[in-house]
């Protein structure tokens, strides 16, 4: 923050010390946004933290909801005190935003608690490792699995660059427009409806990354097969029309018998088919919000020792054979989209 930001909230400190009322409460609820900015730039000066300490006693509730919704931007210290005294609040509304916060701040020492167990656990691994099988051995294991980890690393980087390049021209694009003073609403809207999109699909990329690092429930129900199926569809549908995209005259055929089941984590199951269903249908993709007509098939069998089968084919573009064992080498982050062929064939 430059230095004229700081003599500000000086002189902000000195007129609310000289009365509480020397500016309109909207005008303080203005200086809170300011103090949450400066923090969440990493400005933690004496003058904010002062700021914040006069504001939570705020005779505004809404005044003091706005300094419990900055919480979690505080220092530990100041954290502890602040929340203490909104989490008392004569105020429900304030109450509530104190509350929020301790439940996040709690959830983020769960989590951070739950990492350093689990790191660990990874640490007692390796050096049981050590112990039954010798140093090289553990030390060639060490390495390979940190060079997986920067081979995830460095995919998961390139894929958010790729959203992020589209997503810092757009919004270049706008500033632009607004210095210019040339402001078309429904292109204002369509570049911000991209920017959203744009976002949303940041935000599962870091979500999928952060399941696929997590143990698997051990939790299974017995769940039938063709309504896990059906779900899925629903989901994939929607999420293709939300888009703007209408797979209509991709046909769907389902060969699965009602009565079979299996023990599954539902919630895994379900993710794990529609993301392969989301794969069948972009392979009759044709451009922006077209598809090519074609046939998705969903047929489900008995295998051995009590498990099922699940086969997902399409008859769309397929995937040249060099490219297929890469898929089967499964690795995290790897994208095979670029080397699809426009080309009809019914591999699954």
Not at 51 to 76: C, F, S
Not at 251 to 275: G, M, Y
Request: proline share 4%; charged share 30%.
């Amino acid at each position: 923050m430059n230095n004229t930001s700081k003599l500000d909230f000086d002189r902000i400190l000195r007129q609310l010390l000289q009365s509480a009322d020397a500016m309109p409460w909207a005008a303080r609820r203005e200086v809170v946004r300011r103090v949450a900015s400066a923090l969440a730039d990493g400005n933690a000066s004496e003058p904010i933290l002062q700021l914040v300490h006069i504001l939570a006693g705020d005779r505004k509730w809404e005044v003091r909801t706005d300094v419990a919704d900055l919480l979690l931007l505080l220092p530990e210290g100041h954290f502890a005190r602040v929340a203490a005294l909104l989490s008392e609040d004569t105020n429900s509304f304030v109450r509530r935003a104190a509350e929020r916060a301790l439940d996040r701040r709690r959830r983020g020492q769960q989590t951070t608690r739950r990492a350093r167990q689990e790191l660990d656990q990874v640490q007692s691994q390796y050096a049981a490792m050590e112990k039954l099988h010798g140093k090289p051995v553990a030390e060639k294991a060490r390495k390979i699995a940190e060079r997986l980890f920067d081979h995830m690393v460095g995919a998961t980087v390139h894929e958010m660059r790729g959203i992020l390049t589209p997503l810092k021209a757009s919004t270049s694009s706008l500033l632009h427009h607004l210095d210019d003073g040339l402001i078309d609403p429904a292109d204002f809207r369509r570049q911000l409806t991209k920017t959203a999109d744009r976002l949303a699909f940041l935000e599962q990329l870091l979500e999928d990354r952060r399941t696929y690092t997590q143990q698997p429930p051990l939790e299974r129900c017995r769940e039938r097969l063709t309504e896990i199926v059906d779900a899925a569809l629903v989901m994939v549908r929607e999420n293709l029309q939300a888009q703007g995209r209408w797979p209509q005259q991709i046909a769907i055929k389902k060969d699965i018998p009602e009565t079979l089941a299996a023990e599954v984590s539902r919630h895994l199951v379900l993710i794990a088919i529609a993301n392969l269903l989301k794969n069948a249908f972009e392979a009759f993709s044709d451009g922006p919000g077209m598809f090519l007509p074609g046939t998705i098939t969903i047929a489900a069998r008995s295998a051995s020792e009590g498990s099922v089968e699940i086969v997902i084919q399409d008859n769309g573009m397929w995937i040249c054979d060099e490219d297929i064992q890469e898929i089967m080498d499964f690795v995290p982050g790897k994208t095979s989209k670029k080397n699809v062929r426009d080309q009809r064939s019914g591999r699954p």
